[in-house]
């Protein structure tokens, strides 16, 4: 079946410096999704992606979708304490209503 | 109001009881959803339900009874659970159900099962 898979699985980074978070999934996705999910919160749309290579911005998040669409991507500039949590992506799976999240990667980030 | 709620937030229950979890959206939508997580793992789909009936089952045990008494209202029905059956149950809904919609999560209701 369909896996969406996401590196690193954990991440600390320094108040300041960049993030990235990868996802690939084993099939073609037609769109995919992230979501920010805080630590005791619940999962919170972020963006969505829908065009081969196409490339979102969001103040200081960078969202990417691949030219295969098999693979996306989320770069945090000059991250913050705010944006402690865990991303994940998720995509269309087997079809009408169904949605896969990835695995997941949780970002701390030390002040 | 992009607001989902969630009842109880929390809740503790034996293996013998039976109990219920509630989620409510005002924001018309037709499709909502049933997710389980557990710690440090993505949300798992359980159950889908558009224009109140239910749309998909993902194998879930029958111990877990999904209801949906109105467009606005999705219950879960509990009985019999195990312990391993203690979890973050998330409850999501979005326009129609299509997979390129944003889903729209409530808080949760932690379930401990004793």
């Known amino acids: 079946g369909q896996q969406v898979m996401q590196i690193p699985q954990y991440q600390h980074v320094q108040e300041g410096e960049d993030f990235t978070t990868y996802c690939n999934s084993s099939t073609t996705l037609s769109n995919i999704q992230w979501y920010k999910q805080r630590p005791g919160g619940h999962p919170v749309f972020l963006i969505q992606?829908?065009?081969?290579?196409e490339v979102k911005k969001q103040k200081r998040l960078t969202f990417q979708f691949g030219e295969a669409k098999k693979n996306s991507s989320l770069h945090i500039t000059a991250t913050q304490t705010t944006d402690v949590g865990t991303y994940f992506c998720?995509?269309?799976?087997?079809?009408?209503?169904?949605?896969?999240f990835g695995t997941g990667t949780k970002l701390q980030v030390i002040p | 109001d992009t607001e989902v709620t969630q009842t109880p937030k929390h809740l503790v229950m034996g293996m013998t009881n039976k109990k219920s979890l509630k989620c409510e959206q005002h924001?018309?939508?037709?499709?909502m959803y049933w997710y389980k997580q557990k710690a440090k793992k993505p949300p798992e789909l359980m159950f889908v339900?558009?224009?109140?009936?239910?749309?998909i089952n993902e194998s879930v045990p029958s111990r877990f009874s999904p209801e949906c008494p109105n467009s606005s209202l999705l219950n879960l029905h509990l009985h019999a659970l195990q312990p391993e059956d203690s979890a973050l149950y998330l409850c999501?809904?979005?326009?129609?159900?299509?997979?390129?919609?944003?889903?729209?999560f409530g808080p949760g209701t932690r379930l401990l099962v004793l």
């Open positions: 992606l829908v065009k081969s290579g």
């Open positions: 999501a809904s979005s326009q129609e159900g299509e997979p390129w919609e944003t889903q729209y």
């Open positions: 339900y558009s224009y109140e009936k239910l749309s």
């Open positions: 924001m018309g939508h037709r499709a």
């Open positions: 998720a995509g269309p799976r087997g079809g009408y209503q169904k949605v896969t």
